[in-house]
């Protein structure tokens, strides 16, 4: 069974950054459309960005959008989230996700939590102000 391990939060300052990543460990995560969502106390889980199956494809929450860079490195089996200009708001666990690119249904349904097929235990992200 897939399963997603995020590493990388932390406690920083407004303004800061900081760099989530996530693996897994006896799969090949290259064929995976992978996302980042997260979910701050008392809130739904909301998606943040997703990078495709060979990086074609890029997307972004309006809220991070300028400020947030998702990437891969199919070499160490990892995709990053670099998080720069941190706010208060963007306190949250974050939650690394992904399903095989066979089973992937469109890009615009790349905001869809239930689109995908496995999941982190997530780390955590706070942002002091």
């Known amino acids: 069974q897939l399963q997603f391990v995020e590493s990388g939060g932390g406690l920083v300052q407004f303004g800061g950054s900081l760099r989530l990543s996530c693996t897994a460990s006896?799969?090949?995560?290259?064929?995976?459309?992978i996302a980042w969502f997260r979910q701050a106390p008392g809130k739904g889980r909301e998606a943040v960005s997703y990078?495709?199956?060979?990086?074609?494809?890029?997307n972004y929450a309006d809220s991070v959008q300028g400020r947030f860079t998702i990437s891969r490195d199919n070499a160490k089996n990892t995709v990053y989230l670099q998080m720069n200009s941190l706010k208060p708001e963007d306190t949250a666990v974050y939650y690394c996700?992904?399903?095989?690119?066979?089973?992937?249904?469109?890009?615009?349904?790349?905001?869809?939590?239930?689109?995908?097929?496995?999941w982190g235990q997530g780390t955590q992200v706070t942002v002091s102000s």
């Open positions: 006896r799969y090949t995560l290259d064929s995976y459309y």
């Open positions: 990078i495709s199956a060979g990086s074609g494809s890029v």
């Open positions: 996700a992904g399903v095989p690119g066979r089973l992937w249904t469109g890009d615009s349904r790349w905001s869809i939590a239930g689109e995908y097929d496995f």
